[in-house]
């Protein structure tokens, strides 16, 4: 016998409202545990996919929009920059890797992303850490035949300009596709989707799936390698070689990039011989120092931008934390609010409990160890409904992964404890204490003789 | 008397009425109770009988005027120490017995032995539940029990410690007749066992011709 078996006694007596005050507290416990773990594990995720991205490069509009597609596979791409751009940049002496990013379909939602086998081979996208092959091999992938498939999806954008003007385009000669149609998938791909190296798959046009998309039936992609998971966002892209991309139907080539408000004139886009466009770049730097002038030099640029992708996740989670405070205040108020239902309902049941009270005091229980049971028991409602909120916001977390990894890409580890969690149970502890230091006092306070006196 | 487990001098106690005025509950001149000795101290209701037994538990402090069990002056002590002390050297039988609901017989008794800060594995306890018949109903909680076991298990709880006093307020009050009588008989038989001295303040005739020796309150001043 000792004053925790008391305590669970006085618990266990009052089983109602013991249940329905630790379930209070079991809520904003595991409210609380949620926002912070999703929080803390969203962020974690999007710095820890942000390592390998120094800097990116894509058409002006919002660096951040940018950094979603380029880096993330998110939002809509903010438009197109030239081919000669990237390659202007990747001849660039301060330039150590660059790689290329063409988007505009999927495949069950999942981005398909056209780019060349060196980004595959050569990109680090974490610190020393670079995509390996769970499976099968890369895809194959030809500058020359780019250039041609550029200069074709020109023409077939000047014969649908042709088309929609009410003109007869002039005769082509039947074009022989030689272009491999290749695909590697991301690991998550692989398993979500269950395709398997040797099979094909049909894109769907757009970044996001939509039950009207237009499929391109026409050309399939032949699946030829898997990656071993990188748990970034590359484990939920297809990626395809670069110059496949532009044989699909709709991925014409119509207009300069960053000219959309002045349309080229006809004879500018004759005399043009590489009408090549891309949705974007990655850029890795030989030194520091040239991060900020070169990020100068192309935000100065009418026809492209640069980010940092690490810059804008800190302004974007400077954003989305005044949102988390604010749930976060709710959760702490909701905890708080099932403090004070604690120290209500404890102090409530004192009139019931001062027979009890002295009958224990006249068993030789000090005073203070009056005082003791009464705040171990809002303590150990607190703890058990701390320990039932823990558990639960791990089981939030869980099922909301479902949901954030088709907003974001992500999933936030669920089974991790944080240490955050130890200071919610530390605070649940003070939280008790102070619930039960009210009708504690009541109870030491209560009156012996006249509290021991016969009810009949 | 040297053997005195419980002596009682020049004891006052006060009441102040809803009127203000002071009210004298008890007034003892002298008073022993001998090791062993079992004795009833008969009074009228409201003749202070029960205020009587809270200032000798060290509930309740006197006026003026010395409690002394075992040889310690308990209205020295701080509050504290007279509960520790109440818990190891008194045992308290109540009238409605004052078991706790929601604890079976035996952790009533073992809540006795805890607050004296007695360590052992419930021996002595499961022994004295045994010794009052109640051996085959250690794990019923009072409820469970007619109130005559229950009475039973109260006296168990107070000789847990193996007090050198044992005070009873009216113990066979809530009980009828035969099942008070056997009570009493038990009550008795186990503190003359134990050796034990017993002090039964009552206004049961009854009762009173159980003891060996009756005293009234009156008799007191």
């Known amino acids: 016998m000792n004053l925790i078996t008391i305590v669970l006694k006085n618990m266990r007596q009052r089983a109602l409202a013991t249940w329905l005050t630790t379930l209070s507290v079991t809520l904003g416990v595991a409210l609380t545990v949620a926002i912070l773990l999703i929080r803390h594990g969203m962020q974690n995720r999007f710095e820890q996919s942000t390592l390998g991205y120094e800097m990116v490069v894509g058409a002006k509009g919002s660096p951040l929009q940018l950094v979603l597609n380029t880096v993330f596979n998110l939002d809509i791409s903010p438009g197109n920059v030239s081919w000669k751009l990237f390659e202007q940049l990747r001849d660039d002496k301060r330039v150590k890797f660059a790689a290329p990013f063409a988007v505009g379909d999927n495949y069950k939602g999942f981005r398909i992303i056209g780019t060349t086998d060196t980004y595959l081979k050569d990109f680090e996208f974490s610190e020393g850490k670079k995509f390996t092959l769970a499976e099968g091999r890369l895809f194959n992938f030809s500058e020359d035949t780019l250039r041609e498939a550029f200069i074709e ?79 970034t966002a590359a484990d939920r892209a297809l990626y395809i070689n670069l110059d496949s991309f532009y044989e699909i139907e709709g991925h014409e080539i119509r207009e300069k990039p960053g000219k959309k408000e002045e349309p080229a004139k006809p004879e500018e886009k004759d005399t043009d011989p590489d009408p090549g466009q891309i949705s974007g770049m990655v ?23 640069a980010a940092f992708p690490a810059v804008e996740v800190r302004k974007l989670f400077a954003i989305v934390g005044n949102v988390d405070r604010v749930l976060l205040a709710q959760a702490v108020l ?33 005073r203070p160890t009056i005082f003791a049971i009464v705040v171990l028991e809002a303590i150990a409602i607190c703890v058990v409904g701390a320990i039932a909120g823990l558990l639960a916001g791990h089981v ?58 016969p009810t009949n | 008397m040297e053997s005195a487990v419980l002596s009682l001098r020049d004891l006052r106690k006060s009441y102040r009425d ?137 006296i168990a709880r107070a000789l847990v410690n193996a007090p050198p006093l044992v005070i009873a307020d009216e113990p066979t009050g809530s009980l009828d007749a035969a099942n ?39 008799e007191l001043q």
């Open chain 1, 396 to 453: 939030i977390v869980a099922g909301a992964n479902t949901v954030l990894m088709r907003v974001s890409g992500f999933t936030v580890p669920a089974a991790q404890i944080q240490p955050v969690e130890w200071l919610v149970l530390l605070g649940c502890v003070l939280l008790g204490t102070l619930a039960g230091f009210g009708p504690a006092v009541r109870a030491y306070r209560t009156e012996v003789a006249e509290n021991l006196a």
């Open chain 1, 283 to 305: 850029l890795k730097l030989r030194s520091e120092l040239h991060a900020l002038p070169l990020y100068r030099e192309l935000n100065d640029r009418e026809d492209a931008m």
């Open chain 1, 153 to 231: 999806a020109g023409e077939r954008a000047k014969d649908r300009e042709a088309r929609e003007r009410g003109e007869t385009p002039p005769p082509r000669k039947e074009r022989e596709i030689k272009r491999p149609f290749e695909a590697v998938l991301g690991a998550t791909v692989a398993q979500d989707t269950g395709l398997k190296v040797g099979q094909t798959f049909i894109a769907a046009h757009g970044v996001e799936p939509s039950p009207n998309a237009e499929e391109h039936t026409a050309n399939p992609w032949t699946i030829v390698g898997i990656l071993a998971p990188t748990h």
């Open chain 2, 180 to 218: 008070g009588a056997r009570v009493l008989e038990l009550l008795r038989k186990v503190c003359a066992d134990n050796g034990h001295a017993l002090l039964v303040v009552t206004h049961d005739q009854q009762v009173m011709s159980a003891f060996p020796k009756v005293v009234r309150m009156e």
């Open chain 1, 334 to 366: 909701i905890a708080i609010v099932a403090g004070v239902a604690i120290a209500v309902s404890i102090y409530n049941s004192m009139s019931e409990r001062r027979r009890e009270i002295a009958i224990l005091r006249a068993l030789g229980a000090k």
């Open chain 2, 18 to 154: 809803a009127d203000g005025s002071l009210l004298e509950v008890i007034r003892i001149n002298q008073f022993e109770l001998g090791a062993r000795e079992q004795i009833a101290l008969a009074g009228a209701s409201g003749s202070g009988k029960s205020t009587l037994l809270n200032l000798i538990a060290g509930i309740l402090l006197p006026d003026s005027g010395e409690v002394r069990v075992n040889g310690t002056d308990i209205t020295k002590l701080s509050e504290a120490q007279r509960d520790r002390f109440r818990a190891g050297k008194i045992g308290y039988v109540f009238q409605s017995f004052n078991l706790l609901q929601g604890f079976t017989a035996l952790e009533n008794v073992l809540l006795g032995q805890m607050f004296a800060g007695a360590s052992g594995n419930g021996d002595r306890a499961v022994k004295l539940l045994e010794t009052v018949g109640l051996g085959q109903r250690l794990h019923h909680k009072p409820r469970a029990l007619s109130v005559g076991e229950q009475q039973r298990v109260a």
